[in-house]
């Protein structure tokens, strides 16, 4: 039904910045959210930052005050701007689309190293 394309990943030093891209594909309707998660080994996946098609924003604390997510719904597309990156930051990040089910891109390896 959904279908979700990352891109914009790779190795960055600390203390610099990645976007993060992610288009959608099919059809729906009605209120979603779409977002980013991670997972880094050995942890839990966890929610880096969402927003609605109505505009309302949640981030992680973790990364609150460094990162960035925006949409553009005509284009159904939906960005995370990472600054001031950290090595915990380092994970593969997926696109997640919620809407009656979650969806999931294939997720894209963020790597932060000196």
């Known amino acids: 039904q959904v279908q979700l394309v990352e891109s914009g990943g790779g190795l960055v030093q600390p203390g610099g910045s990645l976007r993060l891209s992610c288009v959608a594909s099919?059809?729906?309707?009605?209120?979603?959210?779409m977002g980013w998660y991670r997972r880094a080994p050995g942890k839990q996946r966890e929610l880096v930052a969402s927003?609605?098609?109505?505009?309302?924003?949640n981030y992680a604390r973790s990364v609150k005050g460094r990162f960035i997510i925006s949409r553009d719904n005509d284009k159904n597309m939906v960005y995370l701007q990472m600054n001031s990156l950290k090595p915990d930051d380092t994970a593969v990040y997926y696109c997640?689309?919620?809407?009656?089910?979650?969806?999931w891109g294939q997720g894209t390896q963020v790597t932060v190293s000196s």
């Open positions: 997640n689309l919620n809407i009656r089910q979650d969806y």
């Open positions: 927003i609605t098609n109505g505009g309302n924003i």
């Open positions: 099919g059809s729906w309707f009605g209120i979603y959210t």
